[in-house]
């Protein structure tokens, strides 16, 4: 069974960054598709971005796109996700998630997850 642990989160000015972290134990990722996804207060767990083993292909939420990278080192069994030009509404818990399976497909399950880690962002 895979452990993810997320790190990287804070409070962090609007117009920021932040770098977020999800390392994994027990059982390598590499073979499988990762994903990020956020919870905010009051609202339902939502997609971030999510990438292939490979890391050839990304997926990204519109809210995001051109703000938000995902990436991978699979000899670290590390994801990241570099987030710029923040704003008070990406405000959440991010979780990391890992799939079964070396793509990433809309509504798929991901079978992994960590615990979270707070970003929050003020205006």
């Known amino acids: 069974q895979v452990q993810l642990v997320e790190s990287g989160g804070g409070l962090v000015q609007s117009g920021g960054s932040l770098r977020l972290s999800c390392a994994a134990s027990?059982?390598?990722?590499?073979?499988?598709?990762m994903g990020w996804f956020r919870q905010a207060p009051g609202k339902e767990r939502e997609f971030v971005a999510a990438?292939?083993?490979?890391?050839?292909?990304?997926y990204y939420a519109d809210s995001v796109k051109g703000r938000f990278t995902i990436s991978r080192d699979n000899t670290k069994d590390t994801v990241y996700l570099q987030m710029n030009s923040l704003k008070p509404e990406d405000t959440a818990v991010y979780y990391c998630?890992?799939?079964?399976?070396?793509?990433?497909?809309?509504?798929?399950?991901?079978?992994?997850w960590g615990q979270g880690t707070q970003v929050t962002v003020s205006s």
């Open positions: 998630a890992a799939r079964d399976r070396s793509y990433y497909s809309v509504g798929g399950d991901f079978a992994s």
């Open positions: 027990g059982r390598t990722v590499s073979p499988y598709a």
């Open positions: 990438l292939s083993a490979s890391g050839r292909s990304t």
